[in-house]
């Protein structure tokens, strides 16, 4: 069995244990002190070393996403302006339909006016036939 021969160091080769000591311990042992030590400094170099490049990853996906976030706000400021000038086009669109409006009202009114003071006259006319007789008449007095 293992456990029954010597044990060396598995970094300098030196002999660190026998089996007349301490069973468990004689079972568990890997290394001398001093290179224990410089084991466990190197593990620890290590997580740190791995923990830089977590935090470095981290940074760089927190960049990538401040990035996206900056463009999309730089395309929202765009479509905003898109909306700000198409509404003030529609607002410009609609003044001109306004006074177009305005101006057909007008002529609707001034229509009217010329429609009222034709019927008059038409009256006025049937008025003068019924009164005076024949149309031929009349003909002959408008001349
Ligand atoms: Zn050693």
Redesign the pocket.
């Known amino acids: 069995m293992m456990s029954e021969e010597n044990k060396y ?1 598995s ?4 002999l ?1 244990s026998t089996p007349e000591g301490d069973y468990f311990s004689h079972i568990k042992i890997l ?2 002190d ?2 224990r030590k410089e084991v466990e400094r190197e593990q620890t170099r290590q997580r740190v070393a791995e923990l830089k490049k977590r935090k470095k990853k981290k940074d760089q996906f927190r960049d990538e996403e401040l990035e996206q976030l900056r463009v999309l706000t730089e395309q929202l400021k765009e479509e905003v302006e898109l909306l700000r000038e198409s509404n003030q086009a529609m607002r410009e669109e609609n003044g001109l339909l306004r006074s177009q409006n305005q101006s057909l009202k007008e002529e609707n009114g001034l229509l009217k006016e010329e429609n009222r003071l034709l019927r008059i006259r038409m009256q006025q006319l049937t008025t003068e036939i019924n009164t005076s007789g024949t149309i031929t008449q009349i003909r002959r007095r408008m001349k």
Do not use: A, P, T
């Open positions: 160091c970094r300098c080769g030196k660190i290394y001398c001093e290179c």
